[in-house]
């Protein structure tokens, strides 16, 4: 059996994409999932994610990480899969889809390489000592950083999502550097257990966490720099509530191919 795969990537967060709208979506080998993810033996990703029809939504996304386990919201292959959709014809120039955290609202560029989907609110954020703990879709650990580009992300965020509060369940470990006209992120994520070139949900909670260090209110928009890119955070906050939460940057097809 032949299965038709696409690959794409968000600002250097790359992810295999199959459509799965023509049947069901059972009997899920993890494994697999994990194998094509490799990248010595497989294609190569951060993750994976099936396209599948939803009665009320213009389709459902189901995401699977690196590691072949089902997956919590991912930003980044939230708008990939936007693109994806359009490129089968599935949908136009803006889109209502449905991902494991609920239902998502996104528009896209007409070129189809541009996506700026909308996010969950929030209103909760704690600390961790000096560092904000919130969720965005999936946890997130935000932690200030001077000299970002030469810091050890992998050793020190893996010391992270491994320690005795957070081991359980995993946290994504967020560093940033504040440049003064952008933010610097690097994120060490879970599920991959590495460093990615980006991550959706993880520059969306620094966003957030920064203006909440800075005080800030009123519609604030943030750009901020990965190591895949540039990405673009949008968001309303009262001091309390962060709302109309939107995540914005490319998403472009890599290559397709068979399995």
Known sequence: MKINFFKYQGAGNDFILIDHMLSPLKDIDNNWIAQLCD?????????LMFLTKHPDFDFEMHYFNADGKLGSMCGN??????????????????TNFLAVDGPHYARISASGDWVELQMIDVDHITNDIDA????????????????????????????????????????????????????????????????TYACGTGVTAVAMAMAKHKSQTGHIKTDIKVLGGDIKIEFDYDGANFTNVFLCGPAKLVFEGQL
Do not use: W
Not at 39 to 47: K, L, M
Not at 153 to 162: A, L, N, P, S
């Open 132 to 195: 904000f703990v919130l969720n965005t879709g999936s946890p997130h650990y935000v932690a200030f950083q001077k000299d970002l580009k030469n810091f050890d992300v992998f050793t020190e965020g893996k010391k992270i999502r491994y320690n005795e509060i957070y081991s359980a369940k995993g946290i994504n470990v967020n560093f940033v550097e504040d440049m003064g006209d952008h933010l610097f992120v690097r994120t060490y994520e879970r599920g991959v257990e590495d460093e």
């Open 77 to 94: 292959g939230g708008r990939c899969i936007v693109a994806f959709a359009k490129n089968l014809g599935i949908i136009d120039k803006e």
């Open 39 to 47: 990248r010595r033996f497989g294609i190569g990703a951060d993750g």
